[in-house]
Nanobody, 128 residues
Framework: DVQLQRWGGLVWPGGSLRLSCTAS????????IAWFRQAPGKEREGVAG????????YYEEFVKGRFTISSDLAKNTVYLQMNNLKPEDTAIYYC??????????????????????WGRGTQVTVSS
């Protein structure tokens, strides 16, 4: 399944981090992959998703223009490039896969309940 490979960390506001999500086998052409996050005391929320076969990407409003999701099929890896990070981006970040066949459909929202194989989360802290 999917595993978070690149740990998060502590960055200054305005800084950048790149997270990686690697699958143990080629699945991205069948399964959409999405990034979620959960801040203390808050519910898990979607951040960005990618449907490789559609092909399309989806971003929640609060990360548009700052985060970029991409894939490298040769490495079975999906990346989340996070730029211009803000303190409110502080959270535990997770990657997960959507239902079988979801890679062929454009995502319009990211409901956590429809995603499975949650990778191990990684803490991202944005603070000065």
């Amino acid at each position: 399944d999917v595993q978070l490979q690149r740990w998060g960390g502590l960055v200054w506001p305005g800084g950048s981090l790149r997270l990686s999500c690697t699958a143990s086998e080629p699945i991205f052409e069948d399964y959409a992959i999405a990034w979620f996050r959960q801040a203390p005391g808050k519910e898990r929320e979607g951040v960005a998703g990618i449907a490789v076969s559609d092909p399309s990407t989806y971003y929640e409003e609060f990360v548009k223009g700052r985060f970029t999701i991409s894939s490298d099929l040769a490495k079975n890896t999906v990346y989340l490039q996070m730029n211009n990070l803000k303190p409110e981006d502080t959270a535990i970040y997770y990657c997960a896969k959507g239902p079988h066949g979801s890679s062929w459909y454009r995502m319009t929202y990211l409901p956590p309940a429809q995603f499975t194989s949650w990778g191990r989360g990684t803490q991202v802290t944005v603070s000065s």
